[in-house]
């Protein structure tokens, strides 16, 4: 938990921050976001100590951050920032192995950290050996993010990390990072000036302006609530849409209207099953209940002796446990599908998410909402 | 300048029979048999006098430029010195050491000549390792103290590893410099291959002025092409793989 408390910082005559008092659950994700020259940034430098307030305090878990030499405390917070900073004459294994290294872990326990890091952010063993020079600017960020991840900070400090990326590895980065959160649980602070990303990622958002705090609550009271004119404009025109897109795939996939099959089932078995139960489609499972394949009836295709055929696919179109529902939207547009099954980040199916739930949600985001 | 004319044929010294219609490939010929061991020696004496110098130009500037590349106006006014050294023709500078180093009886030799080659190349070392160290990427830095590395850990394992690339070039540009100005270095009793010039000269024996020039450009463009290797040699591995 990070508390600040009363913290003001003056550049010049300027109050770059005025009296911000804000308070972050351990464990979540705060969006701090605002227009350029609002303080966010320098609010998020605070907590490591980049950036020294002229009043206030902070305190993380209850101690104040000041009672610590800020070398200390900055090897116990994760940072991660847009210009990545990988240290480009360390292989991938060396830059990760930076912090583990300092705080003098043995060998062994540090490469099987750095491994279990690199798999985190979902790149394999032999980008290890790999120097920053040679990889993307998508997997540098990775590289980035599992450096801080490394020696296990309660805190981790993100500093519009995903703004030098291109779009479309941005949603990739996004994503995974919602992914990796699930599973590490870190207190986070997030520096965005992008509202759909303040939106996609937050538990909580802090809107600042001219150092000051506007509004700070969840996403989705902002989004129903918001608190004035400012916030309003910086929410935009389609807030409806914006809602949506904080709800994800796994809370409206469910386990009904398919059936599952192995991979070496008869096509004529799975075809009798369908029609017993009126359905459509199979998926192919393999043993570890990975996503191989599908089978479906196709009834746009001319009738085979009085039946419908049933056609084999091995690379279905598919969506993840938390691909937003304005992205699974235009995916079922984009491919014609009305359902999409929905697997997790092993590939695992976890149910299927049908279009019709979609609309039901967007009918119930344009009545009032309860808070 | 009337070309004497001496015996000949005796060892260490030489003379131009008709220098009028001199044809300098014979000559060369003649002065490479008659001379080899002076040339091996005279060689050898100007790599030492360059052995000598450059260590002690690299153990003075790096730390000169490592000091100063956290203090901006400290560096400039030490760059600023530099320049002006460098600035003094090479003739002078090794006039001012034999004057300066002569009350301490060591105004001849090795001494006032490794000085003036250590204070001419004072400037392309610090002056680069100064740049170096301060074209650092900001995202480096910012990273690096970020996740909680000290001052000097950061300089040690991240700042200067990144400018060895930048740094050794200075030391190139020194060395071949170095080289060079040591051509002067006879004219302080030091020898090197500058004898072969500069008596070349006086005796207006253009052979033995060509052998001493092409060795003094041989050598530095050997010792160049040497520390381009160890430049590479010694740039971190990161810094030197390209994106595949």
Request: aromatic fraction near 8%; proline fraction near 3%; charge should be neutral.
């Given at each position: 938990?990070?508390?600040?408390?009363?913290?003001?910082?003056?550049?010049?005559?300027?109050?770059?921050?005025?009296?911000?008092?804000?308070?972050?659950?351990?464990?979540?994700?705060?969006?701090?976001?605002?227009?350029?020259?609002?303080?966010?940034?320098?609010?998020?430098?605070?907590?490591?100590?980049?950036?020294?307030?002229?009043?206030?305090?902070?305190?993380?878990?209850?101690?104040?951050?000041?009672?610590?030499?800020?070398?200390?405390?900055?090897?116990?917070?994760?940072?991660?920032?847009?210009?990545?900073?990988?240290?480009?004459?360390?292989?991938?294994?060396?830059?990760?192995?930076?912090?583990?290294?300092?705080?003098?872990?043995?060998?062994?326990?540090?490469?099987?950290?750095?491994?279990?890091?690199?798999?985190?952010?979902?790149?394999?063993?032999?980008?290890?050996?790999?120097?920053?020079?040679?990889?993307?600017?998508?997997?540098?960020?990775?590289?980035?993010?599992?450096?801080?991840?490394?020696a296990d900070p309660e805190v981790l400090l993100m500093d519009e990390p995903f703004g030098a990326i291109d779009p479309i590895n941005r949603l990739i980065l996004q994503q995974s990072f919602l992914e990796i959160q699930e599973e590490i649980k870190k207190t986070i602070v997030f520096v965005t000036h992008d509202i759909n990303e303040a939106i996609q990622l937050g538990d909580k958002i802090a809107i600042m302006n001219q150092g000051s705090l506007v509004q700070f609550d969840t996403v989705s009271e902002i989004l129903a609530n918001p608190e004035n004119e400012f916030v309003e404009n910086?929410?935009?025109?389609?807030?409806?849409?914006?809602?949506?897109?904080?709800?994800?795939?796994?809370?409206?996939?469910?386990?009904?209207?398919?059936?599952?099959?192995?991979?070496?089932?008869?096509?004529?078995?799975?075809?009798?099953?369908?029609e017993d139960k009126d359905l459509i489609v199979a998926y192919i499972l393999d043993s570890r209940d990975r996503l191989k394949g599908r089978y479906y009836i196709d009834k746009s295709a001319r009738k085979v002796e009085g039946r419908y055929p049933i056609v084999r696919e091995t690379k279905p179109y598919r969506v993840t446990r938390n691909t937003s529902l304005t992205e699974t939207l235009s995916r079922m547009l984009e491919h014609g599908e009305k359902k999409l099954p929905v697997v997790t980040r092993e590939d695992r199916l976890t149910g299927v998410i049908d279009l019709d739930a979609i609309f039901e949600e967007v009918e119930q985001a344009g009545a009032p909402k309860e808070a | 300048m009337v070309p004497r004319h001496h015996d000949g044929g005796t060892r260490g010294s030489f003379s131009i029979p008709k220098p009028r219609e001199a044809i300098p490939i014979d000559n060369i010929l003649l002065f490479l048999k008659y001379y080899n061991d002076r040339i091996l020696y005279e060689f050898l004496q100007h790599l030492k006098i360059i052995a000598i110098s450059i260590p002690i130009s690299i153990l003075v500037s790096v730390p000169i430029g490592i000091y100063i590349s956290s203090r901006p106006r400290i560096a400039k006014?030490?760059?600023?010195?530099?320049?002006?050294?460098?600035?003094?023709?090479?003739?002078?500078?090794?006039?001012?050491m034999v004057v300066a180093f002569a009350p301490w009886g060591m105004g001849l030799g090795l001494v006032p000549a490794v000085t003036a080659i250590t204070v001419y190349s004072l400037l392309p070392i610090t002056r680069n390792t100064y740049t170096a160290l301060n074209s650092v990427s900001e995202g480096v830095l910012e990273a690096a103290k970020g996740m909680g590395l000290s001052k000097r850990q950061t300089l040690w394992k991240i700042k200067i590893p990144l400018s060895i690339p930048v740094i050794m070039a200075g030391v190139r540009t020194s060395v071949v410099l170095g080289v060079s100005v040591a051509t002067f270095a006879t004219l302080v009793g030091a020898g090197g291959l500058g004898f072969f010039i500069f008596s070349g000269i006086s005796r207006a024996n253009f052979a033995m002025v060509l052998v001493g020039a092409i060795l003094v450009s041989?050598?530095?463009?050997?010792?160049?092409?040497?520390?381009?290797?160890?430049?590479?040699?010694?740039?971190?591995?990161?810094?030197?793989?390209?994106?595949?």
């Open positions: 938990m990070i508390e600040y408390k009363n913290i003001t910082k003056r550049f010049g005559e300027k109050a770059a921050v005025d009296n911000l008092t804000l308070s972050l659950e351990k464990g979540t994700i705060t969006m701090l976001i605002g227009p350029s020259g609002c303080g966010k940034t320098t609010s998020l430098k605070m907590v490591n100590r980049l950036v020294d307030p002229d009043e206030g305090d902070i305190l993380i878990n209850g101690d104040s951050i000041f009672d610590l030499d800020p070398v200390t405390l900055r090897r116990d917070i994760g940072y991660v920032i847009q210009e990545i900073g990988l240290f480009p004459h360390y292989s991938v294994f060396d830059n990760i192995a930076t912090l583990p290294r300092l705080h003098k872990w043995d060998e062994k326990k540090i490469k099987d950290r750095v491994y279990e890091v690199l798999d985190m952010v979902t790149l394999d063993e032999t980008y290890a050996d790999k120097y920053p020079r040679q990889l993307s600017g998508g997997e540098r960020q990775r590289v980035g993010l599992a450096r801080a991840l490394a910086l929410l935009g025109q389609d807030r409806n849409l914006k809602a949506l897109s904080l709800k994800k795939a796994k809370d409206y996939a469910v386990k009904e209207g398919y059936i599952t099959v192995t991979d070496g089932t008869e096509k004529e078995e799975i075809r009798k099953e369908l | 006014i030490v760059i600023y010195i530099a320049g002006i050294l460098m600035t003094i023709p090479s003739l002078a500078l090794f006039g001012i041989a050598l530095g463009i050997g010792i160049n092409w040497f520390f381009m290797r160890l430049e590479v040699w010694l740039t971190p591995r990161g810094l030197r793989v390209d994106r595949e």
